[in-house]
């Protein structure tokens, strides 16, 4: 399954609202997953990513799945310095 995070808007700041998508994504996409199926979080059409919002997001997405979650490559700064700070691989 490809989750592109751009769904969710192209500026992904602030941690409510990270909250808000992960509690989205749980109710609409994630709960169609099969088990060992990966998770291809896929950054294209996203302007800025702070931390806050990775946070909030991607660290629960990844210890709910585990080694299910793979980070599509990105050359956004934006993307790699929040992925970096909230030590995502």
Known sequence: MRLELRKFG??????????DAWLSAQAYLL????????????FSGVSV?????A??????LEKRYLEQVVFLP???PSVKASLEIVEMP
């Open 74 to 76: 990105s050359d956004n």
């Open 49 to 53: 990513l702070s931390p806050s919002w």
């Open 55 to 60: 946070e909030e997001f991607l660290t629960q």
């Open 31 to 42: 709960d169609k997953i099969k088990p060992k199926e990966k998770i291809e979080v896929d």
């Open 10 to 19: 192209n500026i992904l700041s602030s941690r409510p609202a990270g909250r």
